[in-house]
């Protein structure tokens, strides 16, 4: 069954300290991969995807991401956060093989502490 | 341009009422999503329509829960009887037509919170 992991339910970090999240999906077969955010109280937003080309994707607010087809992985990275950045973070995939499902992750949240 | 709007933004109700959920997409979209987020179960699917016809449906936890697009711009999720156990946030996402710019890109709502006591 297709799935993603979001292997950290809670991700602590100090302000100005790099952060990883981490997201693995079920399968390698062709896919499109997204990160959102959910700040208190809000909806989703999308923070950035990757749909073809270059494996290193940017997106908004100084965070990056990863595509690994080999690992199945698409990590979201920053190098420095900030208070911010205090928010949920959920991975996305949606399946060539069922273009119009996305599968979310459980998502990570994540804390700065000043 | 306003963004995909819910309404109400909260409910409390007593069990076995009937609630309703409204949702208005971003014009234009020809896509809309419900999605409910707990802290159990996180964001799930439950349905979702494509040029206002349900497409999926496996995510409508049972009977209780009906969901309606009658035209472009209106949807609405409805849950009769409730239960303690659909307190959740209800969220509603709308999406354009797909091109390979903005696939997968889904706008959602500030969502409604619902409490069944």
């Known amino acids: 069954a297709q799935s993603v992991t979001q292997l950290d339910s809670q991700v602590p970090v100090f302000e100005e300290a790099p952060v990883e999240l981490r997201c693995n999906y079920s399968s390698s077969v062709s896919v499109y991969l997204f990160w959102y955010v959910q700040y208190p109280n809000q909806g989703l937003q999308l923070l950035l995807k990757y749909l073809s080309g270059s494996t290193l994707v940017k997106g908004i607010n100084g965070f990056e991401a990863e595509f690994n087809k080999s690992q199945t992985s698409f990590h979201l990275r920053k190098p420095s956060v900030h208070i911010s950045d205090t928010a949920e973070y959920f991975c996305a995939v949606i399946w060539y093989s069922s273009a119009s499902k996305i599968i979310f992750g459980s998502g990570t949240r994540l804390s700065i502490r000043p | 341009d306003a963004g995909v709007i819910q309404s109400p933004r909260h409910e409390v109700t007593e069990m076995g009422q009937e609630v309703t959920l409204r949702c208005k997409p971003i014009s234009g979209h020809n896509s809309l999503f419900w999605y409910r987020q707990t802290m159990m179960r996180g964001l799930e699917l439950l349905i979702y329509?494509?040029?206002?016809?349900?497409?999926?449906d496996s995510g409508m936890p049972e009977d209780r829960f009906s969901a309606k697009m009658p035209n472009a711009s209106f949807s609405t999720l409805k849950i009769q009887p409730s239960e303690p156990r659909d307190s959740a946030v209800y969220f509603c996402?709308?999406?354009?037509?797909?091109?390979?710019?903005?696939?997968?890109?889904?706008?959602f709502g500030e969502g409604s919170r619902l409490t069944v006591l």
């Open positions: 329509f494509n040029n206002n016809v349900p497409i999926d």
């Open positions: 996402a709308s999406r354009p037509r797909q091109g390979m710019e903005n696939t997968g890109e889904l706008f």
